[in-house]
């Protein structure tokens, strides 16, 4: 099982990313994927989230509006798209996939720096 996310790197405040998770070794197709984010001494929090078949869409109030999250169940990757970054955005995002209740499998994670 491999989650691998990319896309990650240094931008300026104001400006867009987006970041992708391709996954492998498990049935992509039957899980709800999540991008959850972890800044430096804080806590790991909830990005956004989307359903197995990509029909619902979650997000932590503070990224509404900026984050999009998509999924391509056909290529088994799930999309993080984020707009107008701000510094507090910095931090290290990781997909996650879940299913049933438990979240059983998840990446390494991708830096991403926001500079003012």
């Known amino acids: 099982v491999q989650l691998v996310e990319s896309g990650g790197g240094l931008v300026q405040a104001g400006g867009s990313l987006t970041l992708s998770c391709a996954a492998s070794g498990f049935t992509f197709s039957r899980y709800k994927m999540s991008w959850y984010r972890q800044a430096p001494g804080k806590e790991r929090e909830l990005v956004a989230g989307?359903?197995?078949?990509?029909?619902?869409?979650n997000y932590a109030d503070s990224m509404k509006g900026r984050f999009t999250i998509s999924r391509d169940n056909a290529n088994n990757t799930v999309y993080l798209q984020m707009n107008s970054l701000k510094p507090e955005d910095t931090a290290v995002y990781s997909c996650?996939?879940?299913?049933?209740?438990?979240?059983?499998?998840w990446g390494q994670g991708t830096h991403v720096t926001v500079s003012s």
């Open positions: 989307i359903t197995s078949a990509g029909d619902k869409t």
């Open positions: 996650v996939a879940c299913r049933l209740g438990a979240c059983r499998y």
